[in-house]
């Protein structure tokens, strides 16, 4: 069983501060949803493995970018990482076959888990990110660069 899900910490950041007025959220730029809105608390498990980032405040747009990107590698058979933009920590995902061994730098644990059911649990928290944030920022839905998580 694989768990990714994240708590909101804030209605969004606009660059590191909070605005509940802020920018059109439906012209943002890719860089700047990634980067500096929607600051979350991750939460990822895989059965008893807990590999959730210890600390708070991940923008859970360049999450799900920087997952989206490592699953494009292991279809590939390759060996990737997911980076943070407020840290140097790291999640290593190394490809067995149909399975993927996954290890991180903050915890001394590690697991194994199937390919598609990764995905499967990447598509849940995209899902889960954008049906959400939709809701609570209209302008947010209209915005053109999210398309690109739905590839």
Not at 5 to 10: H, I, L
Not at 58 to 81: I, Q, Y
Not at 97 to 126: I, M
């Given at each position: 069983?694989?768990?990714?899900?994240?708590?909101?910490?804030?209605?969004?950041?606009?660059?590191?501060?909070?605005?509940?007025?802020?920018?059109?959220?439906?012209?943002?730029?890719?860089?700047?949803?990634?980067?500096?809105?929607?600051l979350?608390?991750?939460?990822?498990?895989?059965?008893?493995?807990?590999?959730?980032?210890?600390?708070s405040?991940?923008?859970?747009?360049?999450f799900?970018?920087?997952?989206?990107?490592?699953?494009e590698?292991?279809?590939?058979?390759e060996?990737?990482?997911?980076?943070?933009?407020?840290n140097a920590?790291?999640?290593?995902?190394?490809?067995?076959?149909?399975?993927?061994?996954?290890?991180?730098?903050?915890?001394?644990?590690?697991?194994?888990?199937?390919?598609?059911?990764?995905?499967?649990?990447?598509?849940?928290?995209?899902?889960?990110?954008?049906?959400?944030?939709?809701?609570?920022?209209?302008?947010l839905?209209?915005?053109?660069?999210?398309?690109?998580?739905?590839?």
């Amino acid at each position: 069983m694989i768990k990714i899900e994240y708590r909101q910490t804030g209605p969004y950041v606009d660059r590191g501060q909070e605005n509940r007025e802020g920018v059109d959220l439906a012209v943002v730029s890719r860089a700047d949803l990634r980067w500096y809105y929607f600051l979350s608390d991750l939460t990822f498990t895989i059965g008893e493995a807990e590999l959730s980032p210890p600390w708070s405040w991940t923008p859970v747009f360049d999450f799900l970018w920087s997952m989206k990107g490592a699953l494009e590698h292991l279809e590939r058979g390759e060996r990737t990482t997911i980076g943070f933009t407020e840290n140097a920590e790291l999640i290593s995902l190394l490809p067995e076959g149909e399975e993927v061994r996954v290890s991180c730098t903050y915890a001394a644990t590690e697991a194994v888990c199937g390919r598609v059911d990764l995905k499967d649990a990447w598509l849940a928290l995209r899902q889960a990110v954008l049906t959400q944030l939709s809701v609570e920022y209209p302008r947010l839905a209209a915005n053109p660069v999210l398309a690109e998580l739905r590839l």
